[in-house]
């Protein structure tokens, strides 16, 4: 059974920094991209960022500030994310997407003075 959890939210100021984590168990990256996707209230699900291969994208308000990345021995996706913004305050979800799609539970980011 696959399942990811997400780790390292929390309530940070603005200009701060966290790093999510999402750990993998059940299956390995192979033939998988991943994914953080994040949720505000009353909004859409929109993806942050996602690595495929070697090929990094991100959505236009967190290009600079943010970097996906994975570790294959800890099967851990991680994303970084500095000079966080009150509008990057929502649930961050970890993704799994290849021939079948996994999500994590999500994890609160709140970014507030």
Excluded: H
């Amino acid at each position: 059974q696959v399942q990811l959890v997400e780790s390292g939210g929390g309530l940070v100021q603005p200009g701060g920094s966290l790093r999510l984590s999402c750990k993998v168990s059940g299956t390995n990256f192979d033939g998988y991209s991943v994914g953080w996707y994040r949720q505000a209230p009353g909004k859409q699900r929109e993806l942050v960022a996602r690595l495929s291969g070697i090929r990094t994208t991100y959505t236009a308000s967190v290009l600079g500030r943010f970097a996906i990345s994975r570790d294959y021995a800890e099967n851990t996706v991680y994303l970084q994310m500095n000079k966080l913004k009150p509008e990057d305050t929502a649930v961050y979800y970890c993704n799994l997407n290849g021939t079948s799609d996994y999500w994590g539970q999500g994890t609160q980011v709140t970014v507030s003075s």
